[in-house]
């Protein structure tokens, strides 16, 4: 498994693997590779699992670090990303894009299978934006209840999770 933008490796605990290797640019997080997942100093072919959580709206060049993804990925590898769509500007480092279904699908073009699924909806995306700052102290404790709104369809989700296979 490679956990790219990985951090402190918040998902390590509940992924089956045989070896699990993190990726950052913040040597500060301790990461097993110290690169931009523009260029990742790794073999091609070589990992099953690429796990890319909250990653994606960082990157100056999307298209470039989804190509170096599937580089990486052996064929049949799998690919789990997630991204915003609706969500303030969280500079960390920087805070470059948001992503639709039909950015998605192209980013993803060269894999041989592509699910997209929403998360979040109108309601929550509004909710989400109204508990910036000072308000949210009073406000999160409501969070429950909303998170409970679904919608099948949404044309203002809060974000993507996409299952790409190599």
Same mark, same amino acid.
């Given at each position: 498994?490679?956990?790219?933008?990985?951090?402190?490796?918040?998902?390590?605990?509940? %992924?089956?693997?045989?070896?699990? %290797?993190?990726?950052?640019?913040?040597?500060?997080?301790?990461?097993?590779?110290?690169?931009?997942?523009?260029?990742?100093?790794?073999?091609?072919?070589?990992?099953?699992?690429?796990?890319?959580?909250?990653?994606?709206?960082?990157?100056?060049?999307?298209?470039?670090?989804?190509?170096?993804?599937?580089?990486?990925?052996?064929?049949?590898? %799998?690919?789990?990303?997630?991204?915003?769509?609706?969500?303030?500007?969280?500079?960390?480092?920087?805070?470059?894009?948001?992503?639709?279904?039909?950015?998605?699908?192209?980013?993803?073009?060269?894999?041989?299978?592509?699910?997209?699924?929403?998360?979040?909806?109108?309601?929550?995306?509004?909710?989400?934006?109204?508990?910036?700052?000072?308000?949210?102290?009073?406000?999160?404790?409501?969070?429950?209840?909303?998170?409970?709104?679904?919608?099948?369809?949404?044309?203002?989700?809060?974000?993507?999770?996409?299952?790409?296979?190599?």
């Amino acid at each position: 498994v490679l956990d790219v933008g990985a951090g402190y490796s918040p998902y390590k605990k509940y %992924i089956p693997h045989k070896r699990y %290797i993190t990726l950052d640019i913040d040597k500060e997080t301790k990461p097993d590779i110290c690169c931009d997942l523009h260029n990742i100093k790794w073999s091609s072919d070589y990992f099953d699992i690429v796990i890319a959580a909250e990653v994606l709206e960082h990157l100056y060049s999307p298209e470039k670090a989804i190509n170096e993804i599937y580089r990486v990925l052996k064929p049949g590898g %799998i690919c789990i990303l997630s991204t915003r769509f609706i969500y303030s500007y969280h500079p960390s480092p920087k805070d470059y894009y948001r992503f639709t279904w039909d950015a998605l699908s192209y980013l993803f073009k060269k894999f041989d299978k592509v699910e997209i699924y929403h998360h979040g909806n109108e309601i929550q995306a509004a909710w989400a934006l109204l508990n910036e700052g000072k308000l949210n102290i009073v406000l999160k404790i409501f969070n429950p209840l909303i998170a409970r709104i679904h919608f099948k369809k949404t044309t203002c989700p809060c974000g993507f999770i996409v299952y790409a296979e190599k």
